[in-house]
């Protein structure tokens, strides 16, 4: 079973940066792609970026391309995410996922595991 858990939420002014962290505990077979999404109270989850383990190959939304950026270390089952250059808008809950099957999907459905969830919230 695999299990997932965000860190590195909190509180950052305009233009600051922050790094979440999710960590895969209970792994027992293999995932092929792991993501991070976003989500504000009375909205749809929104993709933010997402990482092949494989190959390393990465995909961004348009709205953090060129600000953040997903990493991963397999040997400590960890996947990041460097968020830069942060505005009020990226303030959300901030949501990582894994799927054995799917390969960059931005569709949330498609994530089968999920974790918890950490806040961003960014002041103006």
């Known amino acids: 079973q695999v299990q997932l858990g965000e860190s590195g939420g909190g509180l950052v002014q305009a233009g600051g940066s922050l790094r979440l962290s999710c960590a895969d505990s209970g792994r027992t077979f293999s995932i092929n792609s792991m993501g991070w999404f976003r989500q504000v109270p009375g909205k749809q989850r929104e993709f933010v970026a997402t990482i092949v383990l494989s190959s390393g190959s990465t995909r961004y939304s348009e709205s953090v391309m060129g600000r953040f950026a997903i990493s991963k270390d397999n040997d400590k089952k960890t996947m990041y995410l460097q968020m830069n250059r942060l505005t009020p808008e990226d303030t959300a809950v901030y949501y990582c996922?894994?799927?054995?099957?799917?390969?960059?999907?931005?569709?949330?459905?498609?994530?089968?595991?999920w974790g918890q969830g950490t806040q961003v919230t960014v002041a103006s």
């Open positions: 996922a894994a799927d054995r099957r799917t390969l960059h999907s931005i569709d949330p459905r498609a994530y089968e595991y």
